[in-house]
């Protein structure tokens, strides 16, 4: 197995980035493809395979590395053998730089808010159809499934691990923010996380930023648990990257029926 790559720009490719390319400094006469400006302004923050191609989940992995060849062979990016990771923490671990989006992707964004805004409302839970679209389909029966439960309230933690237990997954529950930084660092990547938004020693909104800077939890599926149905509040949660929304409180089967969907079971 080829082992992970990590990209940054050229000269070229901070060029093509900074200026409006597309009208002659594009070696190939032709308008600079959006797709590449996205790609491009994601590596000058954190050009990890992985933290991409968490970034791009709406996006098959074949086209992602189709791009990334592309841009390579365009001399705009180069790569090198990723190095080793440092172990995770969240506590006074600054947020990962986020790429700013474009016009295009402000406004996916925004119709999406709204969709999952009314969802929530209306039925309790929300799921991103783009990012889970290329989530490939767990290869384990619910028995052997990992569920990481992130609530720091004992009452809903129970009730939750109850109600995934008669599901038929495996639950492991952490409390705190540190709790779940060392069930990181010690145990298997679990197969889901359940990120509860508010707990006593972090935000559960920078605690995702952080999984998704990392290349090894970028492509987690992570489920945010939330009293929070703001509209502000579900834009943050979807730019960053989570694949679904749960409200407060919850039924079994309305918890079931999102794993189910998340996992491809």
Request: aromatic content about 6%.
């Amino acid at each position: 197995m080829a082992s992970p790559r990590v990209y940054t720009l050229t000269a070229a490719g901070q060029e093509a980035l900074s200026s409006d390319v597309g009208e002659g400094d594009f070696p190939l006469e032709v308008d600079f493809p959006q797709d590449y400006r996205r790609i491009l302004a994601m590596i000058e923050v954190g050009g990890h395979i992985e933290v991409i191609r968490g970034r791009l989940r709406r996006f098959p992995d074949r086209l992602i590395e189709e791009w990334l060849k592309e841009l390579e062979d365009l001399k705009m990016i180069e790569s090198r053998e990723a190095g080793d990771l440092d172990a995770i923490t969240f506590s006074g671990a600054p947020l990962p730089l986020l790429p700013p989006l474009s016009d295009e992707d402000r406004k996916r964004l925004a119709k999406t808010t709204v969709v999952a805004g009314a969802t929530l409302l209306r039925s309790g839970s929300f799921l991103s159809a783009d990012r889970i679209a290329n989530l490939p389909p767990l290869a384990k029966a619910p028995a052997e499934t990992v569920i990481l439960l992130v609530e720091d309230d004992p009452d809903q933690a129970a009730l939750a691990e109850l109600r995934l237990s008669m599901a038929g997954y495996q639950v492991h529950t952490v409390d705190l923010a540190k709790a779940l930084s060392r069930y990181l660092r010690q145990q298997a990547r679990p197969d889901l996380l359940l990120l509860d938004v508010m707990l006593p020693d972090g935000n559960g909104f920078d605690i995702l930023a952080q999984l998704r800077g990392r290349p090894e939890f970028s492509t987690l599926p992570i489920v945010l648990l939330t009293a929070k149905t703001e509209l502000k509040d579900i834009r943050n949660g979807l730019a960053l990257g989570a694949d679904g929304y749960i409200t407060k409180p919850y039924s079994k089967n309305q918890l079931a029926e999102v794993m189910s969907h998340v996992l491809k079971h």
